[in-house]
């Protein structure tokens, strides 16, 4: 939270010593007291970021601390959400869920982002050979994590078989698209060349 802003109420005061003692907790509990029950479904609001993880960051919504998900983000894969967001820094959210009795609070971001799968077969087609970088290495799936070049896009590119050096960080590729899913939101594709290199189809 190094670097948030942060609300609390003073509780004590030693002016011989000239030291506070504020609770922020309890600011944090009146303020959801007094302004969580307010809201709604579809509501926008603005939150605060208090701390920011690789797949996540935490955000104070009215005196309640939740988290967002990578995913509800932007529409983009993100790699480290470090890269994008900073403590202290304000986020435009929309709130998907709301149950203050339970305890869910779910928001989105990339709501306000624009959704680049929404027309994206105008300048993305299948059998479509395009150019990008190696950004990540997903756990759970067979290939590479692509980020295509001037777009908000990213891929999936599987690496045949065939391949002698498998694709580092960062590598520049060349990839062939296979199939394209806009609502799913996924992009399918496989390794053509890496760094330059020859064709190995």
Do not use: W
């Not at 030693?14 to 309890?26: L, V």
């Not at 600011?27 to 993880?53: T, W």
């Not at 709130?95 to 027309?119: C, M, V």
Request: hydrophobic share 35%; charged share 30%.
């Amino acid at each position: 939270m190094l670097g948030a802003e942060i609300d609390f109420i003073v509780k004590e005061i030693d002016t011989i010593s000239n030291i506070a003692i504020a609770s922020r907790k309890d600011a944090m509990q009146l303020r959801a007291e007094l302004e969580l029950p307010k809201l709604k479904v579809n509501d926008s609001v603005r939150v605060h970021i208090l701390a920011v993880g690789v797949k996540h960051v935490v955000v104070e919504l009215y005196g309640k601390e939740t988290i967002i998900k990578d995913e509800n983000l932007q529409h983009k894969y993100i790699t480290n959400c470090k890269e994008l967001y900073t403590p202290g820094e304000y986020l435009k959210v929309r709130i998907k869920k709301i149950d203050i009795q339970k305890d869910i609070y779910e928001l989105s971001a990339k709501d306000f982002i624009e959704d680049p799968y929404k027309n994206i077969r105008k300048y993305i087609t299948e059998s479509g050979e395009y150019t990008g970088k190696v950004i990540a290495f997903p756990k759970n799936n067979g290939g590479v994590i692509i980020q295509l070049d001037k777009t908000n896009i990213t891929c999936l590119a599987r690496v045949p078989a065939r391949f002698h050096n498998y694709p580092h960080y960062m590598d520049n590729v060349l990839i062939r698209i296979s199939e394209i899913k806009e609502d799913k939101k996924l992009i399918y594709s496989y390794l053509v060349r890496i760094n330059g290199g020859a064709y190995d189809r």
